[in-house]
């Protein structure tokens, strides 16, 4: 599958911004989809994943809930809403697609090229 990314930009703490990735193929609803981001000189990070039928998502201990990953099999289209944004979460944001539910950058098997966030204070 391939993945293309979109949405991120410029905000100010404490606003939210919603990303999204659009995915070719035919079995969309069969992937893991996930969100990853990566900060400046650190390592790729988990941010989310949700099963491919939308009914269980996974999220990274130390978002507070700010996040909320959703998909419509639909439109092929995986979303990210980051709500309460701090500076800390600029990153360039990517979503993967995989066969099972993980937190690992290396389990996933397609990448999108990246959105940059970057929250100002």
């Known amino acids: 599958v391939q993945l293309q990314a979109s949405g991120g930009g410029l905000v100010q703490a404490g606003g939210s911004l919603t990303l999204s990735c659009a995915a070719s193929?035919?079995?969309?609803?069969?992937?893991?989809m996930g969100w990853f981001s990566q900060a400046p000189g650190k390592e790729r990070e988990f941010v989310a994943v949700i099963s491919g039928n939308a009914a269980r998502t996974w999220y990274g201990d130390a978002l507070g809930g700010r996040f909320t990953i959703s998909r419509d099999n639909s439109k092929n289209t995986v979303y990210l809403q980051m709500n309460s944004l701090k500076s800390e979460d600029t990153a360039v944001y990517y979503c993967?697609?995989?066969?099972?539910?993980?937190?690992?950058?290396?389990?996933?098997?397609?990448w999108g090229q990246g959105t940059l966030v970057t929250v100002s204070s």
């Open positions: 993967a697609s995989g066969r099972s539910p993980s937190i690992v950058p290396g389990d996933f098997d397609s």
């Open positions: 193929g035919r079995t969309f609803s069969g992937y893991i």
